[in-house]
């Protein structure tokens, strides 16, 4: 069983950045591949990034790339958010998720963390 938990999440203007973080209880992070999504009031949940297990492998919805970056630090069981050059419309309660056996945008994740609330006022 993997437990996630974000933090970082908070209120920020538009064009300031945030980090967000999730951090894992298991014991075998590192054999998990990573992804961040969010789900905006009255929105379907979207995929924002993956990465894989080892970290060499990253991937980004269009609407995030060249503004946030995926990272993950295997010895700290954390898996991380920057996100830089905020707009309002990145609003949204963003979750963390793990999978294993594969990585991606499409993949089914099977552990979820309960979610952190972003807010990007203009």
């Known amino acids: 069983q993997v437990q996630l938990v974000e933090s970082g999440g908070g209120l920020v203007q538009a064009g300031g950045s945030l980090r967000l973080s999730c951090a894992s209880s298991?014991?075998?992070?590192?054999?998990?591949?990573m992804g961040w999504f969010r789900q905006a009031p009255g929105k379907e949940r979207e995929f924002v990034a993956a990465i894989s297990y080892s970290g060499g492998r990253t991937a980004y919805a269009d609407s995030v790339k060249g503004r946030f970056t995926i990272s993950r630090d295997n010895a700290k069981n954390t898996v991380y958010l920057q996100m830089n050059s905020l707009k309002p419309e990145d609003t949204a309660v963003y979750y963390c998720?793990?999978?294993?056996?594969?990585?991606?945008?499409?993949?089914?994740?099977?552990?979820w963390g309960q979610g952190t609330q972003v807010t990007v006022s203009s």
């Open positions: 998720a793990a999978v294993r056996g594969a990585w991606g945008s499409s993949v089914e994740y099977l552990y």
């Open positions: 298991g014991r075998t992070f590192s054999s998990y591949a």
